[in-house]
């Protein structure tokens, strides 16, 4: 099976999780597209959604499901979304598509984060993948020096040769060679650095629930406690 098989086969399976006459919270990325689509063809079920980009909140209304501002909200039961690198236990690195400030936002509104992720997302050891850091445009070069003292290698990302703006009106930081044993320590410290947003560590509050998908169809990894 392709990596966006794998992707598809775990939305699929998502749906079971979705639960009538509620708000979905939807999150940002290939996979989340995979499930937007899916829920497209349930959309008579549910109250609406809420997004964790304007690219998703685009899709989701292109197939007309309703849009909800966060803060007309009171209850988002479940939350969907992918992400780069999901550990054992349920702790993952996200943001790769930009959008981790609103996606940690609504996770952390919703009673339960349901991650959707091909077999490859799996790791022991967050931090192969580069962990962006969401930051006020001022302060990019004063908190890269200080996130290089952590022992990894911040980067500004780029679109086009220009800063990666996101949806916030921020730039994105990648800090790449960062071996993350402690996730959660390493979540407070730099969510602590003056001019950070949010870094892409989903670890204090991590899945409750993973959908992984492999060849032999979709693993599933409970980590509610
Ligand atoms: C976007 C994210 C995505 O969930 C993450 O990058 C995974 O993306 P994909 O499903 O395309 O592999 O955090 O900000």
Redo the contacts with the bound molecule.
């Keep these: 099976m392709t990596q966006d098989e794998l ?1 598809h086969a775990v939305a699929v399976s998502a749906i079971d999780y979705v639960i009538g006459g509620e708000i979905i919270g939807v ?7 995979f499930f937007i689509d899916e829920l497209g063809k349930i959309k008579h079920l549910i109250k609406g959604a809420v997004a ?2 304007e690219a998703t909140a685009a899709r989701l209304k292109s197939h007309g499901i309703e849009v909800l501002d966060l803060n007309q909200v009171t209850s988002i039961p479940v939350y969907v ?4 690198e999901i550990t054992p236990q349920g702790a993952m690195i ?7 400030t609103r ?1 940690k936002i609504i996770a952390s509104a919703a009673k339960r984060f349901i991650c959707i ?2 077999e490859s ?1 799996l790791v022991n050891t967050l931090g192969a993948y580069p962990l ?1 850091v969401e930051v006020i445009p001022m302060a990019h070069a004063v908190v890269a020096r200080k996130l290089a003292t952590f022992g990894g290698q911040p980067k500004l990302r780029l679109k086009d040769g220009q800063p990666f703006v996101t949806d916030n009106g921020n730039f994105i930081l990648d800090i790449s060679g960062m071996k993350i044993v402690n996730p959660a320590e390493i979540e407070q410290t730099i969510n602590n650095i003056t001019g950070v947003v949010t870094v ?1 560590l989903f670890a204090q509050q991590g899945a409750s629930v993973c959908l992984l998908g492999t060849a032999k169809g979709t693993r599933m990894l409970d980590f509610t406690p």
């Design positions: 992707k999150g940002t990325g290939s996979t989340a597209n964790s980009s979304d992918g992400a780069d996200k943001g790769g598509g930009g959008a981790l996606e992720a091909d997302k962006p892409g």
